[in-house]
């Protein structure tokens, strides 16, 4: 069990990073639980957790269908879609404007052309996809982002 900023988190893993945020999936009897972290300038937040959206500051998250999040940043620009089921569907806007999608499940992460299994390993972020859309296999949470994790 970890808590991360007060909110007890049980086998999780950290499948994706983009745009200063961190995708946390966790394990539920009706499919998956995600919670979105924002790594926000020495203060994260979440936009969402535990499947729910969270208000914050630096984020809007319209939850219009059950299950699907629109999260905008503060200045109105889309950063991700996100739906939420036995499998969690996104789609990242980039910096191009282009989309990319990704797919998670509890044993696979796919991202663009990358396809890697989700290990549960809470330390370690499966796959980081740029702002340009270029994906990297495997990378460490930063400290400044861990020492929220107790």
Known sequence: MTLILGYQFEEYSIPLAFAGRYLIVEQAPDGLMVSIL???EE????????NEPIGNPYSSVVNSVPGVFDVKDNTGRPVYQL????????VLYLDSGEELEVSL???????GKLDIP?????AVIG????PGGSVGVGNY????LLKWFK
């Open 118 to 122: 989700n290990t549960f390993n809470p």
């Open 127 to 130: 796959a980081k996809v740029s």
């Open 83 to 90: 739906q939420v089921g036995a499998e969690i569907k996104a």
């Open 141 to 144: 949470v930063p400290y400044s």
């Open 105 to 111: 499940t509890k044993d696979s992460i796919r991202a």
């Open 43 to 50: 203060a994260p937040v979440f936009d969402i957790l535990k």
């Open 38 to 40: 924002l790594d926000h």
